[in-house]
C-alpha cells in the first residue's frame, strides 16, 4: 500500500467490499457507517453518460464508494479545504483521476462552478443537527461543521439538491429519523418527492437512528416504499450480515 501520499496524521483505510482505499485523518474526519450505508442504498445505473454530484462531500467517501455502482463522471463538493485534498489524493489513489472531480467551494455557492439541472444523481449525508444555542458542539471545528448546521442547514441541502437535479432525477439523503417530519416537508416544498425510504437500527429492540430517502426530482405523488428495516448490528455488537457484506464482500 502507498503512503507516500499521505500527509502527518493521515492514514489509508480500505472498503474492501468495493476495492476502494480512502484517506483518513482522526484530526480531521473519517467516514462512518452512514456512508456506507447511503452508498448501498442508491439504485446501481451504468449508463456512462450518467452525471453524478455529492455535496456536503468530506473527504469523498460516498462517491467512491459509489464507483462500481453507478457510470459516469463524479462531482464531489467539500467546503473545508483539508478534506477536499484528502477527496482528491484518494481519488489519485484509487486510479481515478478519469472519471471524479473535487471542487473546494460551499455549497450555497455551487453554481459558479456547475450548471443547474445537469445532474441525474444527487448524494448528501448532511450535518444532522440544529445550530442552537444550547447546543453543546464539538471544540474541533471539522467535527462541528460535519455533525451542526453551522455552515448549511436542511432547507439549504433541499435546495440545491434539487436545483441540481435534472427533472426525474434521484436524490439521496440519510439522515436523523427525529427530524423526519421536518425533512419530508422541506423536500416536498423543494420539488423532491419521497419515493423510498428506510429505517436504520443500530441493533434489535432499539429505535431507528438513521433514516434513508430516495427522492425524484418532480416525481408524481404516492407509491413511496418504505424498505425493510436494515439492522447495523445483534445484541453481542457485531455487524450483521447485511452490513458485513457492504463492508467485506468480494
Known amino acids: 500500500m ?3 501520499i499521505l ?6 483505510d480500505q472498503l474492501s467490499s468495493q476495492g476502494i482505499k480512502i484517506i483518513q485523518s482522526s484530526e480531521v474526519f473519517t467516514f462512518s457507517l452512514d456512508a456506507v450505508l447511503l452508498a448501498d442504498f442508491v439504485r446501481p445505473n451504468h449508463r456512462q453518460r450518467l452525471q453524478t454530484i ?3 462531500a468530506g473527504n469523498g467517501a460516498i462517491g467512491l464508494f459509489l464507483n462500481r455502482k453507478l457510470g459516469g463522471q463524479f462531482t464531489e463538493v467539500e467546503l473545508q479545504p483539508r478534506l477536499a485534498d484528502m477527496a482528491r489524493r484518494s481519488i489519485s489513489l484509487n486510479n481515478l483521476t478519469e472519471r471524479y472531480r473535487v471542487i473546494n467551494a460551499d455549497v450555497k455557492n ?3 462552478y456547475v450548471h443547474k439541472d445537469a445532474y441525474d444523481i444527487v448524494t448528501c449525508n448532511p450535518p444532522y443537527f440544529k445550530s442552537l444555542p444550547t447546543s453543546k458542539k464539538n471544540p474541533n471545528r471539522y467535527l462541528a461543521i460535519a455533525r451542526h448546521e453551522l455552515t448549511i442547514d436542511l432547507p439549504t441541502v433541499a435546495e440545491k439538491m434539487s436545483g441540481l437535479l ?5 436524490g439521496y439523503l440519510v439522515h436523523r429519523p427525529d427530524r423526519l417530519t421536518e425533512i419530508l ?3 416536498n416544498e423543494h420539488r423532491l418527492m419521497v419515493k423510498r425510504i428506510c429505517f436504520v437500527y443500530p441493533k434489535p429492540g432499539k429505535a431507528a437512528n438513521m433514516v434513508l430517502i430516495e ?3 418532480d416525481g408524481r405523488p404516492g407509491g413511496t416504499i418504505i424498505e425493510p428495516p436494515l439492522v447495523v448490528g445483534d445484541q453481542e455488537g457485531n455487524y450483521t450480515s447485511q452490513v458485513e457484506a457492504m463492508l467485506h464482500a468480494n
Not at 166 to 170: R, Y
Open 2 to 4: 502507498d503512503k507516500s
Open 7 to 12: 500527509k502527518p496524521h493521515e492514514r489509508i
Open 54 to 56: 455529492d455535496i456536503c
Open 110 to 112: 455551487i453554481y459558479d
Open 166 to 170: 435534472k427533472m426525474n432525477g434521484k
Open 185 to 187: 416537508q422541506v423536500l
Open 215 to 217: 427522492t425524484i426530482k
